[in-house]
């Protein structure tokens, strides 16, 4: 029996999934969580009882990256399957990168489900092929203008936090530095972009495919 734990900010698409699965005879969902750090609670409450993860790649709270980090952190037995709409593209490399083992678009049909739940329970990998060419026009569409600007280590970090929609204290805590020097950084990225806001500077961002890069 693969044990299962869903874990998406949107009710709607647990339950789809859940009806989806239900009537498999291998597969169990044993518990839901609405963002990362409730899905780490639940492990952290269940040891050895969850085999697979499939988690949304956008949440408030903890995303799919940092949540998929933490569980190859702690819970390096457990398996990730990632959830995510095109508009998403930017995180699944990231995804990948922090050890998933495949995604899915969130309208995926329940034998697609079925097939990369058991693809990746027997070891492999499963990557939708509708959203890997979607992501891959993306990408294709994406060239870097000649003059975009060159940003520290730093503040790419702090850009990454300013994207995830992070505080300043927020910014301060999880990178150990002071709220001030966090202000300062913001300043540099703003004047280097030419941005007015932080509205703008993420749309440099996106723009200029800076995603690539953090």
Known sequence: M???LLVDDHRLIRDGIRFYLESEDNISIVGEASNGKEGIIF???NPGGVDL???DISMPEMNGVDFTIAIQKN???VKVLGL???KDSQYVKQMLQAGASGYLLKNAREKEIVEAINTIMKGGTYYAQEATQAIMDFMSK???SDDVVSISAREK???RLIIDELSNQEIADKLFISIRTVEAHKRNLLEKTNSKTLAGLVKYAINNFLF???
């Open 43 to 45: 492990l952290e409450k």
């Open 2 to 4: 693969i044990k299962i």
């Open 142 to 144: 994406k060239k870097k």
């Open 212 to 214: 690539e890069d953090l």
């Open 53 to 55: 993860v499939m988690t």
């Open 157 to 159: 970090e702090v850009l």
């Open 75 to 77: 819970f390096s037995e």
């Open 84 to 86: 995510t709409m095109i």
